[in-house]
């Protein structure tokens, strides 16, 4: 279980919005701090979304990669009809299912660049944009220093093969070993459902693209301030990162947190998750003690740009947006 702290976690001070008429907040950099693209005149501008924070001496853009639509069915734990109530009352259903973001991290220091997850890539809904999205802030994927996969389902990590190569050419790799060893192994995957046959593909393509994949034991630090988190369950080798500096941090906890369902409820699950059990008793440390602690989170599937905390509402958790408005 990692280890919180209210110094590390209570304060993060947001740096702004880029791109920010889409959420009515503070806009910072000029025309130059997003990308639109208008096809003709009468086409709509379609806004690539980014937004900032700063802790201590990080930066911290939150990407987006796209998003997808996961049938209400998806959730065990409850029945579609109640999880369709409860996105139809958080405003996130749609005619096929919950709406679903895939919100990546890149983490800059001046010195390194270093990206959380690579996206789904196209291989799940309307995805693919990542590399649009590090456009806008003028870089380029070669221009990665170090990449963390989160765990190796297909929508963390489809952008680091897509079109079968090496798409982080210059990016040390950073993958749990549990998660390495569970989707390369054939025996797991020869048993396993039709719908997590992609993610086995995909993690076979990884370990052979990716001569400088490290497959990492435990919590350790990448880098001064950029460590991981041992948050197992949803896979075995789940983990977050956490990015901690002058008394300020922000961790980002993947698939520990789903829409709709969750902090509210530690019994519902995801149908991609292979040990409800341990994910279940995750949370249930979890939530309650980033709820006591009041950490800042910042997760993949919330809706862009993904942060903000559990909090503790009169005995039930529930997710509070953080602010992202320019603070003095």
Avoid: C
């Avoid at 201590?56 to 209400?72: E, I, N, Q, S």
């Avoid at 993958?175 to 086995?200: C, E, M, N």
């Amino acid at each position: 279980m990692p280890q919180l702290s209210r110094r590390a976690f209570a304060s993060a001070l947001p740096l702004g919005l880029l791109g920010g008429s889409l959420f009515g907040g503070g806009m910072i950099g000029g025309a130059s701090a997003f990308a639109a693209t208008q096809d003709t005149a009468n086409a709509p501008v379609s806004v690539t979304p980014l937004a900032q924070i700063r802790i201590g001496r990080f930066t911290v853009t939150a990407l987006t990669d796209g998003y997808a639509d996961m049938p209400y069915g998806y959730f065990p734990g409850r029945t579609a009809a109640e999880v369709e109530q409860a996105a139809v009352a958080q405003f996130t259903a749609r005619p096929s299912g919950v709406r679903f973001l895939f919100n990546q991290y890149l983490v800059e220091d001046g010195e390194r660049r270093i990206l959380i997850d690579a996206g789904a890539a196209g291989s799940i809904g309307q995805t693919g944009q990542l590399p649009q999205a590090l456009a806008a802030l003028g870089l380029q994927r070669d221009q990665i220093d170090a990449v963390i996969v989160t765990h190796m389902h297909q929508d963390h990590m489809g952008g680091l093969i897509l079109g079968g190569k090496n798409n982080y050419p210059k990016a040390e790799l950073y993958i749990d070993r549990r998660d390495v060893t569970h989707w390369t192994d054939p025996a797991k995957r020869s048993g396993a459902p039709d719908y997590l046959q992609t993610s086995f593909k995909m993690a076979q393509e990884v370990v052979r693209l990716y001569p400088k994949l490290q497959a990492i034991d435990g919590e350790r630090e990448i880098v001064q301030g950029v460590s991981i988190v041992d948050l197992t369950g949803h896979t075995p080798g789940h983990i977050g990162v956490r990015v901690e500096d002058d008394g300020q941090s922000l961790i980002m906890v993947s698939d520990m947190i789903f829409p709709v369902v969750h902090p509210g409820a530690t019994d519902v699950f995801f149908l991609f998750e292979q040990d409800p059990a341990a994910a279940k008793a995750m949370r249930d440390r979890f939530f309650p003690r980033a709820a006591s602690e009041g950490a800042l989170i910042a997760a993949t599937h919330m809706p862009f740009p993904g942060l903000g905390r559990v909090v503790a509402d009169r005995g039930q958790m529930r997710w509070q947006i953080a602010d992202w408005a320019l603070q003095n």
